[in-house]
Structures are given as C-alpha cells and as structure tokens.
C-alpha cells in the first residue's frame, strides 16, 4: 500500500478523498461484510441513489373530511397506481440509463440479486457504468397501495412456479439448468414472490412506466415476462423510451389491427395476440428491440402445459418481431440455446450464467448505439 | 485536476481505481443525474450490496402434487412470512451496521428518501460509514407473500394519516412544521403507503428481524412506530441485537409481568401495556436503547384523537423506560422540542431536518460505543 500512501501525502487533494481510494484498493483482496455473499468484483462508486413514486391516480370519496371523525372515510382522497421506484447512478454514467420493470408474482427483488446471492443485473450493469432504475408495478410491493381492493390469496403454489419458470418438474430440476441445487437457493427463489394488491393492469403499469421516462428522460427499458406488454405499451406512450430488452415476453403482444395472426395452440390453451391503431404499432418500429428465450422450451407440442406456454409464447414473438421488421423496425428474438448458451430458465439475469447473458446485453447495447 | 493526473500516471495503481477517483474528484462539483435531486455530499463508496429474504415459514397442503394438474394447490407449499432485505455496506465500514424496521402502512421507502427527494437515513448513514440492511416486514411490500389471506382495501385515508402523522389538521399544516409545503412533495408521502397483505404480527415480525440478526450478526436495530413492538420482541429474541433506536413508537411497550402500568385514557381511546416474564423483560436492560418522538403533541388531554395518541404513547414510553432502568437498564427518551429541536412529523428521520436528526441519533451511537 505504499503508493497509496504517498498518494495521501501529496498535492492537495481532501484527505477524505485520498482515505475512500486507499480503502477501495484494500477492499479488491477483501471478501464484503462478513456473513454476506462476495461481491464479485470491487466497490462500486454511486454518484447518486435515491427513491420516488412515478405516475399513479387520486380518488376521493364522497362528503366533506371532518377532522374530528378522522377515520370516516368521506372526502378523504387515496394516492394509488403508482409504481415505485429505487435509483442509483454509477459515477460517469452512460447516457442512457435502464429502467427494469419485474414480471407477474415478483417485484424488483428479480433484479438486485440471485437466488444463489450473486450480484443480479442491478449491480451488474451498474459496474458497467449504466444508470438503474428498479420498479415496483402499480399494485405490487412497495407500490401496493391501489385504487381497486384485491385479497392476497396465500395459495400453495411453489410447485406450479417450479414448473412454469422452467426450472424442472417438480421435484426434478432439468438436466444442464442454470439454477443452484442447494435448499436456501430454493427458499429465496420461492420467497422472492409476492401478491397482487390490485388487479393487474398492463395499461396503468405502461403509464407508471411512462410517468418514470417523463421524469428521468432517454432510458433503456428492460422487462420480463408479464412485464413485456406494459413495455410496448410504454414504448407506443412515450418516446423516451429508447430501446428495449424483453426477457421472456409472455402474453400481450400488441399487432397491428387487422394483422393479428390467429391464436396459437397450446396444451395451456390457446395464445392469442392483442392489436393497437396501426399509428401506436409503428411507434415498435422506431426503436431497437431485443427479446430473449431461455432453455427447456419445446419444439413441438409438449403435454407438460407449463413448457408448453412457452413454446406458444416463443413462437408468437417470433411472428411479433416479423411484424415489427416488416413495417421498417429492428426486432430481433434470440432463442439462446440457438447461440449456445443452454440451461437457462425464464429468469436468464439471475440464472447461474448471468454474466454470460449481461454481456450478450451489453454487446447488443453497444451494437445499438444505446449505450 | 493535476494532481489527479499526476496520480494516474504513478506507480502501478490500476488505471481502473484511478479513473475512479478523478470521477469522484470531479463529481464532488456536480450536480447528480439529470432531473434528480442532487446528492447533499460526494458520491458513496459502496463495497458490497445485494438483498435476501429471511426468516418466514413454509405451509404445505394435503394431497399429492400432480405436474399434469399444476395449478391444483394440493400437496403444493407456499413460503410466506419472511422479510424482504435490501443491503449496502460502505467501505471501512463501522463493526456494525444498522437495521431499519418502517412502521404501519410504510414499508423501506421511510428510510431511502424524503417526500422532498432528499437523501433518507439509508444515504446519511452510509455517509457516516454504517452498513445498512432496509427491511419490508412480512406480509408488507416485497415480502408480501404471507400464509394468511388478506384484502388491501383501497380505503380513501390519506386525510387521516396527515393528521396521525401529525404534519398537521387537514387541509392546515402545523405552524413550523419540518414538511415541504409543495404539492409534489404531498404526493410522494401519501404514495410511501402500502398496504398489508396478510394481518399484523408482532410477533412473526420480531422473528423475522432475529433471522436477520441471526444472517448478519451484531448489529443495531432501528424501528419506526408500529415497529417499535416487533423490535422489542427481536431484543428479546436475539443478542446480536445491540442496541436500539425506536423513533416514536406506538402501542406494544412490552412490561414485566405484575409491572404493567394502568391503561392511560385519551381522546383516541385508553393505551393498555403488554406484558412478558420477567426473564424476557431483562434482555431488554442489556442495551443501550433510545426512543425519539417528535413535535406537536400536547401536554394535557387534546380532543384531537390524532395528537392525543402521540401523548398517551409517549407517557408510556416514559413509564416503559423507567421500568428498564429501574431494572438496570439503559433507556432514554427524548423528546424533541425539550432538546430545542422543533417542528418535527411523526417521520424525524425524513423531516426537513432530518440531519439533524442523525447527527443527535449519530451521538448517540458514539456515546454508547455502538459506533
């Protein structure tokens, strides 16, 4: 650590300043705060973080508040549809930060880090210099508060996400899958679910979406599963939205109207497309578009209905992107077992390879100019 | 910038950490990332953080689990309970970092930013050095999945927490109140609720935090109203808790049993003590513990049922600390305006003085050698 002594010692640079660099430098040979997982790599350095709610509506309710009745709900009003939103930006931040919207039964707990304890694409991409933006959809997690009432229901169904998110059969995991074996990895994944506390609404969860970009400006938008159909929406919304990565878009893929393509059969029934004004459509052409499917998807028809979904899905993106490219755009559907790159799931960002999926991101990204 | 220069060109530092510190340097002049609020000091060093759910319970249904049938909940679990855990840990950080349990109807977004977007006690702590671990309570944000069912009830309220959060008698706020007066401010506080998703229990809370405790080791435990209760029962629970900041704590002081104090009356309805065996009691003597509360509470009996609570509580927390000292322990309460601090909601810690705030909380911890 000589160097960096010498560096304290000298040319008028804060104390402060000198004390948080040599301490970087001792940390690259350090494991992180006992107890807790590695971190993969060294400090990273936050310019800024911090937390807002974006979008959302107000109802109030009949009469006039009394202040002494303060429990009497008349003329009170409920702030409710908002997402939430935790933010942190690496110093010298790319341009264009990504903003990270979960699927259904997940909060942004997909994104901060693995089941494993590895460092998810929150930290991932804030190591390679990009502003992150996590969401909470309206009416879920630290976004709970809604305008319609909805009862958590507390069903046991571990064992149908095992199976949907492709990460084997219960009890069998798939032969090569990117999930860790041990029995705490399993517990995090399961309880990394949470409920809605409204129903699902892809239009409210696109405009809390679009109210994030009107705050934040040019971003990259990043989805997964259910979150794919409040992407396009928020994409036909709102213009600064600059690009978008969908992992595993599920079931609302917007056509053009009068170009749907017929429902496609599946034994989890059959898939059918939604359409928008030709107008809103061409709004997907303006933006580059990248879509990823993991592994364990079949080729034909498959008995098992929580593969088979995604073999209708796959197939549907397919026909969505040719639509896109066929009115001028630039979508692309990467099936990554096609490329290689086997055993992943319907999470590829915390798979066991996440590395290997972030920097096929990243390269796309760069590709694209977005980055 | 010279010195930086001179700096990168030296003595086999990696250009990587050096290019780090000329950004830090640079940044220290900056303002943040567009359209966000600026950082009150230099960038944060992070060395570690990540997010992991502990404690909770797993509930298994009878039956047979059938792959074919997977949406058919028999013989399928549910992982419920737990709390969700976001984590950072600066570099050279103090021996133990601070736990945040949010109080009723909040989940962590109390503590990562203010309603005015300024840095929360999750950045001022970071900046003073302390690890900090944010938790959602089970059945509350993104540990929202819980074993017992419950509807969010999308209730019109927001008048009623203005004034139980005493920022002042709706539409009026307090004369010299510690809240921004603008609109958007309003905004984001109201959106900061979130809803249960499954009923209040202090007592699976307090486990929940002693599985952290029991993760991470010696730590100090901060807790914010409803809270309070769970963190009382996490002391008794577990001796990594070292120590305990409680601000404005609500109605689960626990007593010895035979010592509880008679039910204090007031315009919100009587206050009653809980009770627990004595051997329980004595942990909580083993810690230093402080309790803040706020402005705005009166003296004598208000017909505001919103005021009144807070001096109901905060006389039981007066009888609630000298039961622990008169039993060896060491407790303080300190309510604000005697120490000349005024002006502050039943949210100290978000307050427009909320640096202040810290900096009491800060000495504190110093006095104590919990820092």
């Not at 804060?14 to 690259?28: D, E, F, K, N, P």
């Not at 960002?349 to 977005?370: Q, T, Y």
Request: hydrophobic share 40%; aromatic share 10%; glycine share 10%.
């Amino acid at each position: 650590m000589n160097s960096t002594h010498s560096f304290l010692s000298g040319r008028g640079l804060s104390v402060r300043i000198g004390l948080a660099l040599a301490l970087t430098l001792a940390l690259q040979a350090q494991p992180a705060f006992a107890g807790e997982p590695r971190m993969d790599e060294g400090p990273l350095v936050i310019a800024a973080q911090g937390a807002f709610s974006a979008g959302g509506t107000v109802v109030t309710a009949p009469g006039t508040f009394n202040p002494a009745d303060p429990l009497n709900p008349a003329g009170q009003t409920l702030h409710g549809d908002h997402c939430d939103v935790i933010w942190q930006t690496p110093v010298n931040a790319r341009p264009m930060p990504l903003v990270f919207l979960h699927g259904a039964g997940q909060s942004r707990r997909t994104w901060e880090s693995t089941p494993d304890g590895r460092e998810g694409f929150q930290n991932l991409f804030l190591r390679m210099g990009y502003g992150v933006y996590l969401l909470d959809q309206p009416r879920r997690g630290d976004a709970g508060r809604g305008t319609v009432a909805q009862t958590a229901p507390a069903a046991t169904d571990d064992q149908f996400w095992f199976g949907r998110f492709r990460v084997g059969v219960w009890p069998d995991y798939f032969e090569g899958v990117q999930f860790p074996r041990d029995a705490e990895s399993l517990n995090q994944y399961f309880r990394q679910m949470t409920p809605n506390t409204g129903p699902f609404d892809a239009d409210l969860s696109a405009s809390a979406v679009s109210a994030v970009f009107d705050r934040i400006g040019a971003g990259i938008l990043v989805t997964h599963s259910q979150g794919g159909g409040p992407g396009w929406l928020a994409v036909i919304k709102n213009p600064q939205v600059k690009g978008v990565v969908a992992f595993e878009p599920g079931s609302n893929f917007v056509f053009p109207e009068g170009e749907a393509p017929a429902p496609i059969e599946g034994s989890d029934g059959p898939l059918a497309a939604s359409t928008v004004p030709l107008d809103d459509f061409l709004r997907l052409t303006r933006v580059p578009i990248i879509i990823y499917y993991g592994d364990f998807i079949p080729e034909t028809r498959s008995d098992n209905p929580n593969t088979d979904a995604w073999r209708t899905r796959l197939a549907m993106a397919r026909l969505w992107a040719e639509a896109v490219n066929r009115h001028g755009g630039d979508a692309a559907v990467v099936h990554l077992p096609e490329q290689g790159i086997r055993g992943n799931t319907h999470f590829p960002f915390s798979d066991l390879n996440n590395h290997e999926i972030a920097a096929h991101m990243a390269a796309w990204l760069h590709e694209k100019k977005l980055d």
